[in-house]
Every structure is written in C-alpha cells, then in structure tokens.
C-alpha cells in the first residue's frame, strides 16, 4: 500500500499560516522599495541589530541593550528595568504582526538607539533578519 508523503499532508498548512503572519512585515518591505530601498540583506541587519552607537547621554546603544543579541530571549529595558517580552516571531506569535506597532516602535527605538532615524534600507534589512528569528 502506498503511504502519502507526510509533507503532503502538513505542507499546506504550514504554508497558509506562513503567509497569513508574513502580511505586515511583506507589506512594510514593499513600502520601504517604493522609497527607493532594497534588496534587503537579513546579514546585514542583523549586523546593525548588535552594533552600537555612541550617545551624549552616557553609555554607547544597540538594539541588543534592551532586547539582548539574541531576539528570541526576553530583552529588559536599559532605562525602566522593565521586562521587555522577545521580538522574534518564533519565540512570540503577535510579534511582526501589526504593521503600525511595527513603524512606531521601529521609528522610536531608531532615534533613541543610532541618534537619527533609520533609512528604509536599514529598517527593511533589520526586518528581514527578525522575521527569520
Ligand atoms: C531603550 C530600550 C530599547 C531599545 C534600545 C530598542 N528597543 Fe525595540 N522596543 C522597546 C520597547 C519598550 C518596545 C515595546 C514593548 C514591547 O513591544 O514589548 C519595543 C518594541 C520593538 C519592536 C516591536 C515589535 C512588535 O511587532 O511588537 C520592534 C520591531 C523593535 N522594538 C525593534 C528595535 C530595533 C530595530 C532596535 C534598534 C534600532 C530597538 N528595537 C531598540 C525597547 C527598546
């Protein structure tokens, strides 16, 4: 008797799931190219992620001071001590998933973190290294 391939059975549901969480980010990626950004490169945000800034106000910033290099960890805010829960999609399901928390957060952790807003480039290749985490 011939037995269906088991990726037979659970591919097309791992594929409509896949797109259904993939609708902000894909969405956000192809508003940054309309502003003239792209191809983006996960390495390269992921490179941005841990780097740090120099800041006036005292110790130098990264992404990775308040959500740890790791986005699949609890990060803790370096100001408020509060608990901050991880970004990647894989460790929290709601996260990616609201393209304007996504735009305010994203503009806000920007200017506190490099001092300036990040450019289109940066937020989409910082986009698409998170959404593989
Ligand atoms: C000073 C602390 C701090 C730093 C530094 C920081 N963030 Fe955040 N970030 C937060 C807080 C607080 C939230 C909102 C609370 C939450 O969603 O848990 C947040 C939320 C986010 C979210 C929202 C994700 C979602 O879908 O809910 C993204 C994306 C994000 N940060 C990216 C970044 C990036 C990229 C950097 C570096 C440029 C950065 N953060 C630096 C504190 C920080």
Redesign the pocket.
């Known amino acids: 008797m011939k037995v269906p391939a088991i990726s037979n059975l659970i591919l097309p549901g791992l594929l409509i799931a896949g797109a259904v969480q993939a609708d902000?980010v894909d969405d956000l990626l192809a508003h940054f190219r309309g502003q003239g950004a792209g191809p983006f490169d996960a390495g390269s945000g992921q490179a941005?992620?841990g780097r740090s800034f120099p800041s006036v106000e005292g110790p130098s910033?990264?992404?990775?001071?308040?959500?740890t290099s790791d986005p699949t960890r609890r990060?803790r805010?370096?100001?408020?001590g509060?608990a901050?829960?991880p970004?990647a999609p894989s460790a929290?399901a709601?996260?990616?998933?609201?393209r304007r928390?996504?735009e305010?957060?994203?503009n806000?952790?920007?200017k506190?973190?490099?001092g300036r807003e990040?450019t289109p480039q940066e937020?989409g290749d910082?986009?698409s290294f998170?959404r593989d985490q």
């Open positions: 902000s941005l992620w910033r990264s992404c990775a001071s308040c959500h990060g805010h370096v100001v408020t509060k901050i829960e970004i929290h709601k996260r990616l998933t609201d928390q996504i305010k957060w994203l806000r952790n920007c506190w973190t490099l990040c937020k910082i986009l998170l």
